[in-house]
């Protein structure tokens, strides 16, 4: 029974970390109904900044979040004026081919690179242990680390003016415009945040488990399923989509090869998409 409780904890320690890459992913969405399909690329590049950056500089892992934070917010810049910007306000499909066209390309560029060959970065950080079981260090401080940057997100979102000018431009583009937001540098501005976000979740997730230049599908397909569950364009939402996604991860894992796991989170996937299209939690439409 120990053995059960201890996996569905670690399953929610992770699923924080899930929580908080399915935020930028959703963020883009809410914003100007976009599906950046370059979400899963962004991962891996915050994973490969804490490989090269601990290897070569010798920094610790959890410093690397500063440089992949700012990285990842100007990449997400270019991101929005190469691929996003003139497709904005057309059918979403425009924009989802265009940012697959860019997320190959990167895989592409990665691949050719530094090949597939699995990379791993060894944290050292004292676990807590609960009778036999110890839960790893790494885990728990991914997770209040992902618990802090969501909560900060939520600040700037509700306490800030440019946090409240993006919150207007998701609820409506055009009354936003009337009162003379500039929308456009907002929307770039949304895009460099989700990227940021990526990013910052991939060094999190790089200091949990191996990864290897194409990790970043199985995520975002991660991210997809826990944007479903919290509601398209809902970042509280997404948080609570993936902490609800370890929680599955950490019930299941006793009982059925993890090969099965792929097969049940997408079926959950599934019926989440019938049952409730808005999400579980229904949020309002564009409410950030």
């Known amino acids: 029974m120990l053995g ?13 970390v899930y929580g908080l890459a399915a935020m930028g992913l959703t963020l883009i969405w809410g914003v100007m109904d976009v599906i950046n399909l370059t979400h899963g ?8 900044v804490l490989y090269l950056l601990t290897a070569a500089l010798g920094l610790s892992p959890y410093a690397t979040l500063v440089p992949a934070l700012i990285g990842g917010f100007i990449v997400g810049l270019l ?21 697959f066209s860019v997320n ?6 990665g691949t050719a ?5 699995p990379f791993n970065v060894p944290v050292s950080v004292p676990g807590i242990s609960m009778g036999r079981y110890t839960f790893p260090g790494p885990h728990i401080l991914a997770a209040v680390l ?31 415009e009337l009162v003379a937001i500039p929308t456009t540098r907002v929307l770039a501005i949304s895009v460099g945040i989700g990227v940021s976000l990526a990013a910052v979740s991939g060094v999190l997730i790089g200091t949990l488990f191996p990864f290897t230049v194409l990790s970043g599908d199985s995520y975002q397909l991660k991210g997809f399923i826990v944007t479903v569950l919290g509601g398209l364009g809902n970042p ?14 950490g019930v299941v894992a006793p009982f059925v090869p993890v090969s099965w796991t ?5 079926s959950l996937f599934v019926v989440v998409l019938i049952a409730f299209p808005g999400g579980v939690f229904a949020p309002r439409r564009g409410a950030l």
């Open 113 to 117: 690179m530094l090949g597939t060959a």
């Open 104 to 109: 190959l390309v990167l895989i592409g560029i």
């Open 79 to 99: 991101l929005y004026w190469i691929a996003i910007h003139r497709l904005v306000g057309r059918p979403p499909l425009m924009s989802l081919l265009s940012t």
């Open 4 to 16: 059960i409780f201890a996996s569905i904890i670690d399953g929610v320690l992770v699923g924080l």
């Open 146 to 176: 992902a618990a802090v940057i969501a909560f900060l997100l939520y600040l700037f979102l509700h306490y800030t003016r440019l946090g409240k000018a993006i919150r207007a431009v998701a609820n409506n583009r055009e009354a936003a």
């Open 236 to 249: 509280v939402g997404a948080l609570m989509g993936g902490i609800a996604l370890g929680l599955l991860e």
């Open 41 to 48: 690329a962004m991962l891996v590049a915050g994973m490969l």
């Open 262 to 266: 792929l097969v049940i989170e997408f």
